[in-house]
């Protein structure tokens, strides 16, 4: 296991005696992980899910600054998997740490965690129709931690940045190209340690699917950020240095 | 940004059930304050109509009866007061003034009043608000005849005009004509000339004429000398007694000065009340009783005014909740980017109280602008002036109740929002 962030399959048995806080499983104590991932079980109740899905993830770290793009088939539980990460789902067993914050820890807040050290990439985008491209990234800066003074210099850079040349008109005017690099925007802008990109580019064509990601990795090397891109689309795959399986990273459960 | 941003964006993307929610609560609002200032502006129109007599005594069958005849000019009296009784009364107090009356005949649907110059020196009919001229003068002699700002308005007469008037209450006082059943008979041998037109006091006497006492003696002594078999026109030598009839008296006991209330009257009330032969009325209590009769009906418009403006709180409910559907995903990304449940629980509870908010204040100035149409309509119709002030106890205790129910109403939307599954809104996520 090294710090910039590779899948590392352990026993049950090492993951129990560990101390319940991810800096000690990782090697790099100094600089904690974007995301660390251990012994992490979850179940959908039987109602939602007929079939029992279950998943279940022994290791799994991705450095500040590194990217990863997590494949695997429809159905397959990625989605489930981001929801984890980004607090919206709770597992029934194991750890979530963000930048060596316990997700899950009963101290933590959840909501101002997500706030504060996750940005959000959506397929549609998921913008606040009736809201201005500013005005997504303010809404989402009034979560941050940043201070309100910089909140419009924050906001006004990205934008530009990213080639948004009509801050204040209302997202639903923009172009899909231009709503999605808005989208972009907005999950930097409060410096998060991890975006969450789920399924990116599966409403864009091939070109501007390679220029979503293309720009989606730029930004998020320039601020830091971890990357964790969510896809099945197979195009992806040459453009990551590092690539996983989601069915490599799942422990087949006893119903499926 | 602020989440009061996000609540504005929020109402303005729906902006059109917004604008009728808040109309509907408008109207509700406005309604219920049209109400209350109507009904207090209403008493004090009454109020302002009993003038400054502190006692009215007549043969009516009860005060109440008594004080709508003898001031606003409801019915002519039932019967008229002996001579000796008015004797008597007057001698029985040093009173400020006494003002006889007299009604019984009418101009075209309007009431006359016979009476004595008292009426228009002492008389006040507004405390504190002497009468006053438009035009001409007050009656100096028989014959003559002083005219209120209603009817002159209403009948266009001018000074100098001549007129008869009519036995009886005549026709209705809306429609020129009668029918012969309620049409009196005409004092046609006695032409009345307008000497004088009264300014406007906002009171029912504005739509009344107003003769001197001995004026409507000879009217009457005429039909008694044509019952008789005599022929030609009176003069004051031939009233007899029985002619002189008395109606009404209109009377004040004296005060301190710059006091509209005397120490005495309530003994001096008690005193003549005793006399079961007449009826008397301290006409301010009389108003007072009238209203807490009418208060029950007041009651009843009331309720429905709160109801209406129970059921503008459901049409929030039903709009917020109806737009729950598409608002869900919106309210999961803002969750997703860090808004606590709570958060959007109070975002959504904030649109809700302003829907409520905007409603009641608009529903305030509706209600302004309703009451200044009905002020003038009443006036111009009724000849009452409807002073409905702007009660700010009132219109704050309506916008918080407004803004309450709405708060109310928002709470079924808000718990929904609050119970949003962002897992599910955002599955797939993206």
């Known amino acids: 296991m090294n710090n910039e962030g590779i899948l590392s399959v352990c026993t049950c048995a090492e993951v129990r005696k560990a101390p319940y806080h991810v800096r000690l499983m990782s090697p790099a104590a100094s600089a904690p992980s974007a995301l660390s991932i251990r012994a992490l079980s979850f179940s959908y109740p039987a109602r939602e899910r007929a079939n029992g899905f279950h998943l279940s993830i022994e290791a799994f770290d991705l450095a500040r600054a590194s990217e990863c793009l997590l494949v695997g088939r429809s159905g397959g539980g990625k989605s489930t998997f981001l929801q984890l990460v980004a607090g919206l789902l709770e597992p029934s067993h194991g750890s979530i740490a963000i930048e060596g914050v316990e997700l899950f820890a009963p101290t933590t807040n959840r909501d101002l965690l997500r706030g504060a050290k996750l940005g959000f990439v959506f397929q549609t985008f998921n913008l606040l129709q009736g809201f201005s491209a500013a005005e997504n990234l303010l809404v989402a800066l009034m979560f941050s931690a940043i201070p309100k003074a910089d909140w419009q210099a924050r906001s006004a850079s990205l934008l530009e940045k990213l080639g948004i040349d009509a801050p204040n008109a209302r997202v639903e005017e923009l172009s899909v190209g231009q709503q999605q690099r808005v989208a972009i925007a907005r999950s930097l802008v409060c410096r998060p340690a991890l975006v969450l990109a789920d399924e990116p580019t599966a409403s864009l064509d091939p070109e501007n699917a390679r220029i979503a990601i293309a720009l989606l990795r730029e930004h998020c090397a320039a601020e830091g950020a971890a990357l964790l891109v969510v896809s099945h689309d197979p195009s992806l795959v040459p453009l990551f240095a590092r ?14 | 940004m602020t989440d009061f941003t996000i609540v504005l964006r929020s109402l303005r993307l729906r902006f059109f059930s917004t604008v009728v929610t808040a109309l509907l609560v408008a109207t509700s609002a406005g309604l219920l304050l049209s109400i209350l200032a109507l009904r207090s502006a209403g008493k004090a129109a009454f109020e302002r109509g009993s003038g400054n007599a502190h006692l009215l005594v007549s043969a009516d069958q009860s005060p109440l009866v008594a004080v709508l005849n ?12 002996s001579r000796a009784k008015v004797a008597e009364i007057r001698s029985l107090f040093p009173w400020e003034f006494v003002v006889e009356t007299q009604l019984g005949d009418s101009y075209r649907g309007f009431p006359v009043l016979a009476t004595t110059r008292e009426f228009f020196t002492r008389f006040e009919p507004v405390v504190a608000q002497p009468w006053a001229l438009s035009q001409g003068g007050f009656f100096e002699g028989n014959m003559q005849i002083v005219l209120g700002a209603a009817v002159a308005r209403e009948t266009g007469l001018r000074l100098g005009a001549k007129l008869v008037l009519t036995h009886g209450s005549g026709d209705s006082r809306e429609h020129g004509e009668a029918t012969n059943e309620h049409r009196g008979h005409e004092h046609r041998e006695y032409e009345f000339e307008v000497v004088g037109i009264l300014d406007a006091t906002g009171s029912p006497h504005d739509r009344a004429l107003f003769i001197s ?53 309530q003994q001096v009330f008690d005193t003549l009340r005793r006399d079961t032969s007449i009826t008397v009325a301290q006409p301010a209590d009389q108003i007072d009783k009238l209203f807490a009769i009418v208060s029950n009906i007041d009651g009843i418009f009331i309720a429905l005014a709160v109801a209406t403006l129970c059921s503008s709180a459901v049409a929030i409910l039903l709009s917020m909740v109806n737009s729950m559907a598409e608002r869900r995903r919106q309210i999961a990304v803002l969750r997703v980017l860090g808004a606590s449940r709570a958060r959007v629980f109070g975002i959504v509870l904030t649109e809700a109280m302003l829907i409520g908010f905007a409603g009641a204040t608009l529903g305030i100035l509706l209600s302004a602008i309703a009451m200044s149409v009905a002020t003038a309509w009443i006036r111009a119709s009724l000849g009452l002036i409807i002073s409905p002030d702007f009660d700010a106890r009132a219109s704050i205790l309506v916008a918080a109740g407004a803004v309450l129910l709405a708060a109310l109403a928002g709470l079924v939307p808000a718990t929904l929002a609050y119970r949003t599954s962002v897992a599910k809104q955002l599955r797939p996520l993206g």
């Open chain 2, 70 to 81: 003898g001031l606003f000019y409801a019915n002519p009296p039932r019967a008229p007061l």
């Open chain 1, 243 to 256: 690539v996983e399986q989601l069915a490599d990273l799942t422990r087949e459960g006893a119903t499926r």
């Open chain 2, 213 to 265: 006492l001995e004026s409507s003696w000879i009217l009457h002594a005429h039909d008694r000398r044509e019952r008789e078999g005599v022929e030609g026109k009176v003069v004051p030598a031939d009233l007899l007694d029985e002619d002189r009839k008395i109606t009404g008296m209109l009377l004040r006991l004296p005060t301190r000065s710059g006091s509209s209330v005397s120490g005495a009257l």
